[in-house]
Nanobody
Framework: QVQLVESGGGLVRPGGSLRLSCAASGFTVSDYAIGWFRQAPGKEREGLSC????????RYADSVKGRFTISRDNAKNTVYLQMNSLKPEDTAVYYC?????????????????WGQGTQVTVSS
């Protein structure tokens, strides 16, 4: 059974940091392009980042470039999203997903699998 489980969200003040984890089971993360997207109430889904299976190359949305970093730990079969310099507009439910390869190439963010999401709230 393919499963993705996000964790690491919470309440943080502006300028703070969080690291989100995406633990996979039923497949190997290094065989897929794994990414992150978020959705805030009343807002459209926003693709954030993707890491390719072939070479580990990464892509980021302009809104998070320079602040967020995606990484992969093959031994733990886990993908991470390090989020620094958080802003109130980063408040959303964050999801990891597979396969984000199309988005990496500049197309719409699509996915076949995703988790339950983890809430990130940035507020004073």
């Amino acid at each position: 059974q393919v499963q993705l489980v996000e964790s690491g969200g919470g309440l943080v003040r502006p300028g703070g940091s969080l690291r989100l984890s995406c633990a996979a089971s039923g497949f190997t993360v290094s065989d897929y392009a794994i990414g992150w997207f978020r959705q805030a109430p009343g807002k459209e889904r926003e693709g954030l980042s993707c890491i390719r299976s072939s070479d580990g190359g990464t892509r980021y949305a302009d809104s998070v470039k320079g602040r967020f970093t995606i990484s992969r730990d093959n031994a733990k079969n886990t993908v991470y999203l390090q989020m620094n310099s958080l802003k109130p507009e980063d408040t959303a439910v964050y999801y990891c997903s597979a396969d984000c390869s199309s988005w990496y190439e500049g197309y719409a963010y699509e996915y076949d699998y995703w988790g339950q999401g983890t809430q990130v709230t940035v507020s004073s």
